[in-house]
């Protein structure tokens, strides 16, 4: 293309590409810092919440867990319809980011409202406004599947899932350095702890992400030889329909994939501190250690995903991370040695650790408490480490199949709509599975979700058929037109 161009018109047009590529890869930050701040509270959010009110119960930790997701279920159809009315992703993305400061802040600061209920519900309400904040993640994909071209889009949507991804896994770590902040400081109401420092952490990366996006992001229109070229491929070939069976069972997929993550983010504390008789500050250090330790088989998964796809087959590699998935739960399942320490848990028992009271153990109003044997460290870390493998092989091949299943057609809504699926996973999977932990403890949570997970390999052997690429689709086409 560029040699039928005068050395003015190249020059412009690799500015302009220099531009495009630029406000792409911003966009891929603002989804790893979204995810970053969604996953860098949830290692300490059970124990903040025992620490505003000894006498909350799991189930609140669902509620509260999953009031982000519901805030950006909400607020990702809303955000991709003014962006298209706008025309641009820009100022609805800083809008966003408003949002989720504000959310943090209500968070950090819920202790100002007293104690009791009240405080927790100002937890969770600030969950929920910072999950609306985080519609900026359907914007960003949005953005993504405008300014690509059909070849481009398939490496870019991806890239931006293992972004998110990246930020899932990495938040964990960060819980852990906070946690090292212990009691940290106080004056006159306000709280720097392990527990607000998380939020406060949040707030800083939405700024630095406002910033960036402030001076460096553009939304130029891209070369016109560029969007031609798009034009004539999405012309040729937008005839063939968009086999729409294949986006519902990825959709279902991926519910199914973020559902089994985020139960072991929400869970993980709790679990530890239950199982083996920890505190609560101990519990957020060692499942944080855990998740960030653990996490190298994610970032594995990130350079060997692509070859594997190759080599095995996509549809294979997904049943794959699904069998993986429904085995780690298997692993979960309480065994033993022994039953789980009988520390005493009541808010008038607990123990004093560094002048500060804190709930350590189970809370043996759990009759589970008296009768399960535990679930072992080693059962636990060989748990995580398969989940943490087997994830983003499932969500990055799932996204990546449905770009391809939608090939030159629309993107933006689907994937908005698959945004908001992930959403809803996270804002139910929490509060459904914190409740059952309450009540029947980590075996019931080990049996469901192996075999939700089992069901996942199922569909994505049996209807592996419905999953076929629209480049595929054209192939088989074209082969039957002319023979």
């Known amino acids: 293309m560029l040699g039928r161009m005068s050395s003015e018109e190249s020059s412009y047009y690799m500015h302009a590409e220099r531009k495009r590529w630029r406000s792409i890869r911003i966009m891929y930050l603002t989804l790893f ?39 950006q279920l909400f607020s990702s159809p809303l955000m991709g319809k003014w962006s298209n009315v706008r025309g641009r992703v820009a100022f609805p993305a800083q809008v966003c980011m408003v949002l989720g400061i504000l959310g943090n802040l209500m968070y950090a600061l819920a202790g100002l409202m007293g104690s009791g209920k009240i405080t927790l519900w100002a937890v969770t309400v600030g969950r929920v406004v910072a999950g609306a904040g985080a519609g ?34 990495i938040g964990p770590g960060l819980s852990f350095i906070t946690s090292l902040a212990g009691n940290g400081f106080r004056y006159k109401g306000f709280v720097l702890d392990q527990y607000t420092l998380p939020a406060y ?8 992400n406002m910033v960036i996006i402030a001076l460096f992001f553009r939304e130029d229109v891209p070369p016109t030889e560029f969007m031609i070229n798009s034009v004539i491929q999405s012309s040729e070939i937008t005839t063939l ?29 709790p679990m530890l501190q239950a199982e083996l008789g920890l505190s609560q500050s101990k519990a957020i250090k060692y499942s944080s250690i855990f998740l960030t330790c653990t996490s190298v088989f994610s970032f594995l998964t990130f350079s060997i995903v692509t070859p594997l796809g190759k080599r095995f087959g996509e549809r294979k590699m997904m049943g794959i991370a699904f069998a993986l998935s429904g085995a780690a739960y298997i692993l979960l399942y309480p065994m033993g040695p022994g039953h789980i320490p009988r520390v005493q848990w009541t808010p008038l028992q607990n123990v004093t650790i560094n002048d500060e009271k804190e709930v350590v153990g189970c809370n ?7 009768t399960q044997l535990r679930v072992s460290i080693y ?42 699926i992930g959403c809803l996973s996270r804002a139910v999977g929490p509060a459904i599975f914190s409740s059952l932990f309450e009540l029947l403890g980590p075996l019931i949570v080990a049996i469901v979700m192996s075999v939700t997970c089992a069901i996942g390999t199922i569909m994505s052997y049996f209807f592996r ?7 595929r689709r054209i192939q088989r086409l074209n082969a039957e037109i002319f023979t």
């Open 136 to 169: 900026c993640i359907a914007l960003a994909r949005s953005y993504h599947s405008t300014v690509t071209s059909i070849d481009e889009r398939t490496g870019v949507v991806s890239k931006g899932s293992m972004a998110q991804a990246s930020g899932f896994i």
């Open 33 to 71: 810092l979204n995810s970053t701040g969604f996953s860098i509270i949830l290692p300490s959010l059970w124990p903040y919440l025992q620490e505003l009110s000894p006498t909350v119960n799991y189930s609140f930790l669902g509620v509260a867990a999953a009031g982000f997701s519901v805030g």
């Open 201 to 208: 952490l949040c707030v800083v990366l939405i700024l630095f």
């Open 379 to 420: 059962q636990y870390i060989c748990a995580t480490s398969i989940l943490l493998f087997a994830y983003p092989l499932s969500t990055v091949i799932i996204i990546s199949r449905v770009t391809k299943i939608l090939g030159p057609h629309p993107q933006g809504t689907v994937l908005g709509v698959l945004t908001g």
């Open 241 to 269: 329909r968009v086999k729409w069976s294949g986006v519902v069972i990825c959709s279902i997929l991926y519910y199914i994939a973020m559902m089994s993550f985020t139960i072991t983010e929400t869970l993980g504390t």
């Open 364 to 370: 043996w109003s759990n009759k589970w408490c008296y």
């Open 465 to 471: 058929g419905y999953l076929d690429t629209f480049e």
